[in-house]
């Protein structure tokens, strides 16, 4: 069965909508590139479309009725965002669920060294990367500084224009006949992923006496005790503040528009914000539905949702708890009965088809770029390791939703079967009893610094996002 490609279908109306959503998923990749910004942004837009905080609502001891919009903030790395809808809580949910985290690399914990009047940051990769491709290209430092005294400083450096931006090195081809013999796994290793942030030395005074505003005496390692000063002046933080803080590398830059015809986006962090933001314009959007929305924006979803905000925690049990509370069910059956009757889409990417790397993939079943959100029944590797599948009644009800809406849609597996394959936060709900699939836009260069995603599949995400949270039977 062949599908067909989307942007055949759209209308001059279609195109506009089209354009000025993807303009506005483009800024919102290139302004929110950790899962905190994301949360941040997220709730912002939130607020200004009339949620409010869950917290709040149970402090004011509201109780919740239809249409009442709630969100709840989970250390400030994943949230969920919740409208009340005209049915029983205890008639289930319709949920969204994406990640807001990305592949990166972070910043160890003692990070700052000099070598040869190098000064660099130790780094440790964050989710699957193929380390050789985060070398030689602009790097930018995002995350939060954590002080003793309470306070939070944010970091942003390397983004705009005037910033300065960071790098890794990488071994000249001239001198590269023993690196280009290893694997790919083996030319870039972990511990050689060193940003480099600085090659001038602090300057002690021409003949040689003490700057006025520096502390101690001359340093031994002087350029590393410059990019010390630079960052007291910068942020008021001595090197040990280093120790509570959370420095994300990311590619620096904004997105961009791809190709003659602008059809596609390349840019850093489409798995998954590619679905995340999608998901979210769609639960802020939805009209009044009859079955209460909800759409979770979650975070370590590339390293195995671990962790108190990650999806393996009780951080949305928790939250539906206190939303049924509220609500006026006080029963724990009213909890089970709710998550066993609720539908969810699990929001994350698929890979698209790359004739590339034809090989890697069995084009039947396989996400084409340009032909709409792609379904998978199952991910997982090898005979569906790992991963949640869907039965064929709920699948049927999807074709439904989608068909209703006129949304352009595709079936798809993570490609070859003993190629690989990967896994989602889809079996973390399916363990309540409740119907889940997997379904997101495809991506080419998953996992890579610059990924590739087409317009057409991040509006037409959008689309049935939005079809599947008004969905009421």
């Known amino acids: 069965m062949e599908t067909t490609n989307a942007w055949k279908k759209y209308t001059s109306q279609d195109l506009d909508k089209l354009q000025s959503f993807t303009e506005g998923y483009r800024n919102f990749i290139s302004k929110n590139k950790t899962e905190r910004e994301c949360a941040a942004s997220a709730i912002k837009l939130a607020e200004a479309a009339g949620y409010v905080k869950l917290s709040d ?38 949920i969204l669920g994406a990640h807001i985290d990305s592949p990166r690399l972070d910043v160890k914990q003692n990070p700052l060294e000099e070598r040869n009047e ?141 190709g003659f015809d602008r059809s596609m986006i390349l840019g850093y962090g489409h798995d998954d914000r590619s679905c995340s933001y999608p998901s979210l314009i769609a639960q802020l959007e939805c009209n009044a539905p009859a079955r209460t929305s909800v759409t979770i924006l979650t975070d370590k979803e590339e390293i195995g949702s671990v962790g108190a905000t990650g999806m393996n925690s009780l951080f949305f049990e928790n939250v539906m708890a206190e939303i049924l509370a509220l609500a006026g069910f006080e029963s724990p059956l009213s909890l089970r009965r709710c998550m066993a009757n609720s539908y969810m889409l699990s929001s994350d990417v698929s890979a698209g088809y790359d004739p590339n790397f034809a090989s890697s993939f069995e084009i039947k079943n396989s996400a084409i770029m340009g032909h709409g959100l792609a379904f998978n029944k199952f991910t997982g590797s090898g005979g569906k390791g790992g991963s949640n599948d869907a039965d064929a009644e709920y699948v049927a009800l999807i074709r439904r939703i989608m068909d209703n809406a006129g949304v352009q849609f595709q079936t798809a597996e993570l490609g070859r079967v003993d190629a690989g394959g990967g896994g989602t936060i889809a079996y973390m709900l399916a363990k309540y009893g409740m119907h889940v699939i997997d379904c997101g836009v495809p991506v080419l260069s998953m996992h890579a610094p610059w990924e590739i995603a087409n317009k057409a599949d991040i509006y037409e995400a959008y689309r049935g996002y939005r079809a599947f949270l008004e969905f009421n039977e």
Request: with cysteine; aromatic share 6%.
């Open 118 to 258: 190098l000064a660099t940051f130790d780094t440790h990769y964050y989710g699957g990367v193929k380390k050789y491709q985060w070398v030689t290209i602009p790097l930018a430092i995002h995350g939060v500084l954590a002080l003793k005294n309470g306070s939070v400083v944010n970091v942003c450096i390397g983004e705009d224009p005037t910033d300065p931006v960071f790098c890794i090195s990488d071994l000249l081809i001239h001198l590269s006949a023993e690196q280009l013999g290893k694997p790919a796994s083996k030319v870039i290793e972990g511990e050689m992923l060193d940003l480099i942030v600085g090659n001038r030395p602090l300057i002690w005074g021409q003949n040689g006496e003490k700057p006025a505003d520096i502390e101690g005496d001359e340093p031994k390692e002087a350029v590393k005790a410059n990019v010390i000063n630079i960052l007291k002046d910068l942020y008021g933080i001595e090197e040990a503040d280093l120790l509570s803080a959370e420095l994300e590398i990311v590619p620096a830059g904004p997105a961009r528009d791809m």
């Open 57 to 94: 609502a149970i402090t004011a001891g509201k109780t919740l009725k239809a249409g009442d919009k709630v969100y709840a903030d989970i250390r400030g790395k994943s949230v969920i965002f919740i409208q009340i809808g005209t049915k029983s809580l205890e008639e289930g949910l319709n």
